[in-house]
């Protein structure tokens, strides 16, 4: 067994961590589904909010790894694009999920106030990143000072999110296939006690984490050994392991009749993601990370605002059936996320 500290690894061994990384994930995000269905139940926050909460911050933690591995080893290319392909691999989840949802359109059933402002928050942050990039590069003590703009705009956009929350000025009409956010007294886990889920809840969210070290460190590996860009690795491989949290966490609550936890699931999860370049810059020691970007990770960006526009357009338009059983946002989605991988394969592969 090779040494896990030294790199590269052998390419056998760096394929080998990705699929078992990726089980380990989908095995913990099924668990976190119905955890995090029962939390939002017994905290009463609901579950579009504790989603982009708590789901967000656990999903996340094994990209927030992974950005923060690979920034620290002087690889910010792969730590960037890892953040933004995540981004958009974890928007194509709604429309997978969206195929598990046997009666009307997912963001049909699912639409609320709290997801669309997420939307709405995602798109900020992902435009403040943006514009970091195209800004005089300034440092202090080693750090964009985006970084510290991106956190303001998160907790102020949370702020604002809960407010909302509690004094609606808007609210989607209710039809046979909405699906409100209400207490599900079926859930066994609700007959737990509050400790034993939260406890519960930060133990899967560790071991979906400690996945995120061990793939950042065969990413590496596979950038040095294949002579595969740091763009690719990061913004295919990496984001599609990235985004397997979100994506199996949002099939589960499909299945289980939380609609509103799947879709804010997925926008939590982008959100946090966004926050992850903040610690990407911060372990990153040789300037600003936002300025070490090339075109693969300015193409998985402006992907990733503009999917996340598709899904803000679906929840509004909230279309009840669509094409093979998707809405139009969903086929557009898919379709996005196709055409960003193909044009990374070849042209940056």
């Known amino acids: 067994m ?58 996340g933690l094994s990209g927030i790894i992974m950005t923060v591995v690979a920034a620290g080893s002087d690889q910010p290319g792969l730590a960037y694009s890892n953040v933004v392909g995540g981004i958009a691999a974890q928007t194509t989840a709604v429309a997978v999920a969206d195929a598990f949802h046997r009666r009307a359109n997912l963001e049909h059933a699912a639409a609320s106030l709290s997801n669309l402002l997420s939307g709405c928050l995602l798109v900020a942050l992902l435009a403040l990143a943006l514009l970091a990039s195209y800004v005089p590069e300034t440092t202090v003590v080693g750090v964009d000072p985006m970084s510290a703009v991106l956190v303001g705009a998160y ?50 969210g560790l071991l979906v984490a400690g996945g995120g070290w061990l793939v950042a460190l065969a990413a590496e590996s596979l950038v040095e050994v294949t002579g595969l860009t740091a763009g690719f690795v990061g913004g295919v491989l990496m984001g599609v392991v990235n985004a397997l949290p979100e994506t199996v966490t949002a099939i589960a609550a499909v299945r289980r009749g939380a609609v509103t936890l799947a879709v804010a699931a997925v926008l939590g999860g982008n959100i946090l993601d966004v926050l992850t370049l903040v610690a990407g810059d911060l372990a990153y020691r040789r300037g600003s990370l936002y300025h070490t970007v090339g075109d693969a990770e300015l ?7 503009f999917m996340t526009a598709t899904l803000l357009g679906g929840l509004l338009i909230r279309q009840t059936c669509g094409w093979g059983r998707l809405g139009f946002e969903g086929v557009l989605l898919l379709a996005t996320y196709a055409a960003m991988t193909v044009v990374l394969a070849v042209g940056h592969g």
């Open 155 to 204: 907790v102020g956009g949370l702020v604002l999110i809960r407010r909302a929350g509690a004094q609606p000025m808007w609210q989607a009409i209710a039809t046979a296939e909405t699906r409100p956010d209400v207490p599900h007294d079926d859930n066994p886990l609700n007959r737990r006690p509050p400790a034993w889920l939260w406890g519960r809840f930060a133990a899967v």
């Open 299 to 305: 193409l998985a960006t402006t992907t990733s605002l």
């Open 2 to 59: 090779p040494d896990l500290t030294a790199q590269p690894w052998p390419l056998s061994w760096s394929v080998v961590v990705f699929l078992l990384a990726g089980v380990a994930t989908v095995a913990g995000s099924v668990r976190l589904a119905g955890l995090g269905d029962a939390l939002a139940d017994r905290t009463g926050w609901g579950e579009a909010l504790f989603g982009v909460l708590f789901f967000g911050l656990v999903t």
